[in-house]
């Protein structure tokens, strides 16, 4: 490693490119990102915790953690089932369909809002046939749980699809040889291989649904305690220009996010090293 | 003798072991209806619920609602924002890829992890930031406001905002791109007496056009639907500071359902022909061969 570093540079242009790039993340994502930092240290540690951990803020993030993992794990559950569909079966329409997984990453998400809180409410296409059930979507924590549910559909989906799709499929037919039914593969033979990338798809679906903001703040209802999402308590703080609150709670939801990710990156190792393990294999 | 069974791995199955193979008919037709039905009611349904709710008023109210001034006014902000944010983080991803991926340097994985960042923060934060800076109360609030410069609540705030926001998408593209093509070529044509920037030009840029095609339509996306970090520091000064998803919310707040989701079927209409471009890409690379298939990242658009 070190010896690659002393060897001569013989392209031209490393110091323009790093040079501008240290600059450019320097202005941008250093200098503004450490502002909240800065800031936060000029709160009274008093003040931090209490509100940091007022009922509201509690409550917040309860709501934000549960529904964005039960969101997760909607879309964990049928993340593998439309991934299996997609790589294993042809039916007309495939080809579009896969395609359409992406459109919660390329649909501006106060659109799927506005949308999705029509579609639930009560009087909405799908929300009528709910409140016969007795049961309310729009503006309650199911109705939250639904647009995390849509903003976070295309991680799993995209995370498994290359994993299922160089699966060797001899581990199959061994475990098919050796008499195992088509369940007990899947369950003992394929599942355990696509473990690590389900729970990287879920791991992304889950930390993007914690910061959320635009999909749910429309179907939410937005009650204090009931139905209020961290993010959005952020923007509340911001707008009663009680810029300390407002970064105390950034802090912690910063902290949660980072967290997230670092246990993303460790299984994203070790799905590297799966990879590189099983290289000859496959 | 070799045991028969090795020969009959792949084709000549005994019906009983192919049974196990593969699922029935029944099991396969029930998973694929459960698919449908579950993208069906998260992705197509929204779709022509957009549509249908923009046209229930008909075809003339649908023309007056977007081609309303401020509708129009909403539309050009969001233009100015994404030809300002997508050109920044294309220079950007180019730089930062050039560096990264054809030279070695300690410290490599964290800058990596620091380009990543702006994925990892809540839009609400991302706004945040920047009210944190240049607001009233902000860091360098005193100054501006003695210099009578206005970012926050102006147009100067959204572009940074939205800038931020659609930081990664190109650079995360080429990246693994440039990576996984390594420098030979380069360093051929450096032998051959090319100079730096006809290199990149002539060797480079040609290699990576359709991953870096790719990361700029995504960044389009999302630099035109950024919702959440732009509405912070726009103020929602209307036909001033408002972009075409925050006149979207202002419009369905106000209970104009019919001007929301006329103005919300453009966003969708963009974002429906960003994936068909996608596609197209993709299409494209394939057929060419070459090695530059963009990749599915996971880690794009939060």
Known sequence: ?282 | MMPSVRHDRRSGATPALSANLQESRLIAGLLIAVALGYLGLFLVVPVIAVFAKALAKGVATYWAVISDPMAWASIRLTVIAAAIAVPLNTVFGLAASWAIAKFDFPGKNVLLTVIDLPFSVSPVISGMMFVLLFGAQGLFGGWLITHDIKIIFAVPGIVLATVFVTFPFVARELIPLMQAQGNDEEEAARTLGAGGWQIFFRVTLPNVKWGLLYGVIMCNARAMGEFGAVSVVSGHIRGLTNTMPLHVEILYNEYQFASAFGVASLLTLLALVTLASRRAIEWRATAEGVRQQPRQTQKEDR
């Open chain 1, 1 to 282: 490693m070190l010896r690659a570093r002393r060897t001569p540079r013989v392209l031209p242009g490393f110091g323009l490119a790093i040079g501008f790039t240290l600059c450019y993340v320097s202005l941008l994502v250093l200098i503004p990102l450490s502002t909240v930092l800065l800031k936060s240290t000029t709160i009274s540690w008093s003040a931090f915790w209490g509100t940091v951990f007022s009922p509201r803020a509690l409550a917040s993030y309860r709501l934000s953690l549960g529904a964005s993992f039960f969101g997760a794990l909607i879309n964990a559950v049928f993340g593998l089932l439309v991934t299996w569909v997609l790589v294993r079966y042809q039916f007309p329409g495939k080809r579009l369909l896969d395609g359409l997984v992406d459109l919660p990453f390329a649909l501006p998400t106060a659109v799927a809002g506005i949308t999705l809180t029509t579609l639930y409410a009560s009087n909405g296409w799908i929300g009528q046939y709910l409140d016969l059930l007795g049961v309310k979507a729009a503006y309650a924590p199911l109705g939250i749980v639904i647009a995390l549910t849509f903003i976070g559909l295309p991680f799993v989906v995209r995370t498994l699809e290359p994993v299922l799709q160089s699966f060797d499929a001899t581990m199959e037919e061994a475990a098919a040889s050796l008499g195992a039914s088509r369940w007990q593969t899947f369950w003992r033979v394929i599942l355990p291989e696509l473990r690590p990338a389900l729970l990287t798809g879920f791991a992304l679906a889950f930390a993007r649904a914690l910061g959320e903001y635009g999909s749910v703040i429309f179907i939410a209802g937005n009650m204090p305690m009931r139905t209020e999402i961290t993010p959005l308590l952020i923007m509340i703080k911001l707008e009663q220009f009680d810029y300390a609150g407002a970064t105390a709670i950034a802090l912690l939801l910063l902290l949660m996010s980072f967290v997230l990710l670092l246990g993303i990156n460790l299984l994203q190792k070790r799905l590297g090293r799966l990879a590189l393990a099983e290289g000859g294999g496959t």
